[in-house]
């Protein structure tokens, strides 16, 4: 029972986290942001819209152009050099982030990899879903999530030989989506794979 308590509140606290630093810190730019822009644009001083300052949502509109502007910047051969030496020696250390910025990379469209596929593993009378990460001559690397609201952010790898692995054409974003769910909707994702009985 503690363990299932356990594992519950390091999911929740794994899925609320990086949205309540989005929001903290969006906040906070726009707050830094509001003194330039009250000295810059002192006419939008002492109006509102829907309760809103004109200020707040000018320095909203410069947060936006300023991430664009970073967008552009983090495109460039330098700034994606400086990421990954950050992303190697701090965030990679950080449990569920590779995962975090997986997710997000693909829901924003940055990331068109499909190679990751779900593969089943016999286990006894039945299978254990896992992910295939990468294949090497006869031998595959695995992920193999815990299950449950953690979704998918704690698991093991494996080296397993390919035979003993059935590798399906399911992604890995909607088998995240099934981890979250609790394993839910796990027989509709890869039924056209299991053995008939």
């Known amino acids: ?23 903290v810190l969006v906040e906070k730019a726009i707050h830094l942001l509001r003194g330039p822009i009250q000295a810059m644009l ?11 300052t004109l200020i707040s949502l000018a320095a909203l509109v410069g947060l936006i152009a300023l991430c664009f502007l970073a967008g552009l910047l983090a495109r460039t051969r330098a700034a994606s050099n400086a990421l990954q030496t950050v992303e190697d020696k701090v965030l990679g250390n950080l ?5 975090f910025k997986d997710i997000s990379t693909r829901v924003a469209g940055q990331s068109e990899d499909d190679t990751t596929k779900v593969g089943m593993i016999a286990e006894g009378d039945g299978w254990r879903l896992c992910l295939v990460l990468e294949a090497v001559g006869d031998w595959l690397t695995i992920y193999m999530p815990d299950g449950g609201p953690a979704g998918g952010t704690a698991g093991e790898v494996r080296l397993m030989p390919a035979s003993q692995v059935v590798i399906t054409d399911v992604t890995w974003l909607p088998f995240v989506a099934v981890l ?3 394993g839910r909707g796990s027989l509709e994702l890869v039924g056209p794979w299991l053995p008939k009985a």
């Open 1 to 23: 029972m503690f363990k299932f308590i356990k594992t519950t509140v390091l999911g929740g606290l794994l899925f609320i986290l990086p949205l309540v630093l989005i929001v």
């Open 42 to 52: 002192p006419m939008f001083k002492g109006y509102d819209v829907a309760g809103v």
């Open 95 to 99: 449990p569920g982030y590779q995962l």
């Open 180 to 182: 979250r769910r609790g």
